[in-house]
Nanobody
């Protein structure tokens, strides 16, 4: 796996978690010019975009997470972050980091579970 995600866990509603994703091996060589982001898949739901950040640090958020989640990247470390605050039970799911290269190739991390209890 060339995108290694971590930071998931279980938290009560209103709590916070921070997800990290690191591009390793071949991906580390083209991480910086790529758009990276986070998707999630809740129980019985389709995978959906949570947030993305371009190579120019332009960000995009799903309406459901605006003002609660913050996406950021550290190109020197080939790392992507998602700070999640004010978590709700509906944020529960498996979170996947994603990279789209400048050649429009898609790469996915292995997923990390986030569980929010009410």
């Amino acid at each position: 796996v060339q995108l290694q995600a971590s930071g998931g866990g279980s938290v009560q509603a209103g709590g916070s978690l921070r997800l990290s994703c690191t591009g390793v091996r071949a991906i580390s060589s083209f991480f910086n010019p790529s758009t990276v982001g986070w998707y999630r898949q809740g129980p019985g739901k389709e995978r959906e975009l949570v947030a993305s950040i371009s190579n120019r640090f332009s960000t995009n958020y799903a309406d459901s997470v605006k003002d609660r989640f913050t996406i950021s990247r550290d190109n020197s470390r080939k790392r992507l972050y998602l700070q999640m605050n004010s978590l709700k039970p509906e944020d529960t799911g498996v979170y996947y980091c994603h990279l789209r290269s400048t050649y429009n190739q898609d790469f996915w991390g292995q997923g990390t579970q986030v569980t929010v209890s009410s």
